[in-house]
């Protein structure tokens, strides 16, 4: 297997390159399981994004992510976008998105506590990799929906040409790259 070599704010880290298809093949990354990086990687954005009142993630590889940066930031909750909807979450609000690593469009569920969590809060979208920004988008429009303040966006990695977007902070930059 080949793999990409990346330094992360300081953490030197491996990531197994794999084709997607259309002769283009991503940098992977993957937190789950990976204690000692999502450690890392949490502690560190929590820096990058002081004053945040709530951390949202979608789920799944946000999750650990997450809970660091709220952990860090001192936040006894943080909200999740589930990508099924779960029976608690009969009131809740939910966004279609698309992103590079879906064949399919998606919907993203916000469950009703968690859209309370928000409401009126300057809220900190954080996530594990930004490529087309489509799961950002979502995460933003169920922010905004929830009636919550995007304050910050912040992501362990930017790939290809996200790495270029302004409005974005991260710790580091992947290529996209063609077969």
């Given at each position: 297997m080949?793999?990409?070599?990346?330094?992360?704010?300081?953490?030197?880290?491996?990531?197994?390159?794999?084709p997607?298809?259309?002769?283009?093949?991503?940098?992977?990354?993957?937190?789950?399981?990976?204690?000692?990086?999502?450690?890392h990687?949490?502690?560190?954005?929590?820096?990058?994004?002081?004053?945040?009142?709530?951390?949202?993630?979608?789920?799944?590889k946000?999750?650990q992510?997450a809970?660091v940066?709220?952990?860090e930031?001192g936040?006894e909750?943080?909200?999740?976008a589930?990508k099924?909807?779960k029976?608690?979450?009969?009131?809740?609000?939910?966004?279609?998105?698309?992103?590079?690593t879906?064949?399919?469009?998606?919907?993203?569920?916000?469950?009703?506590?968690?859209?309370?969590?928000?409401?009126?809060k300057?809220?900190?979208?954080?996530?594990?990799?930004?490529s087309?920004?489509?799961?950002?988008?979502g995460?933003?429009r169920?922010?905004?929906?929830?009636?919550?303040?995007?304050?910050?966006?912040?992501?362990v990695?930017?790939?290809?040409?996200s790495?270029?977007?302004?409005?974005?902070?991260?710790?580091?930059?992947?290529?996209?790259?063609?077969?």
């Amino acid at each position: 297997m080949e793999y990409y070599t990346l330094d992360i704010a300081g953490y030197t880290h491996d990531l197994p390159i794999l084709p997607i298809g259309g002769g283009v093949k991503i940098c992977f990354f993957n937190l789950h399981g990976a204690q000692a990086l999502t450690e890392h990687c949490g502690k560190k954005i929590a820096e990058l994004i002081p004053g945040a009142e709530v951390v949202i993630t979608a789920e799944s590889k946000g999750l650990q992510l997450a809970h660091v940066v709220a952990r860090e930031l001192g936040q006894e909750f943080y909200a999740v976008a589930r990508k099924s909807k779960k029976l608690y979450m009969k009131d809740g609000i939910s966004v279609s998105v698309k992103s590079i690593t879906t064949a399919e469009e998606q919907t993203l569920y916000l469950s009703l506590h968690d859209a309370e969590l928000i409401k009126g809060k300057r809220v900190a979208i954080v996530d594990d990799v930004i490529s087309t920004g489509g799961s950002l988008t979502g995460l933003e429009r169920l922010v905004n929906d929830a009636g919550g303040e995007v304050y910050a966006r912040a992501f362990v990695l930017a790939e290809g040409d996200s790495a270029d977007r302004t409005d974005i902070k991260y710790l580091a930059r992947i290529p996209i790259l063609k077969e």
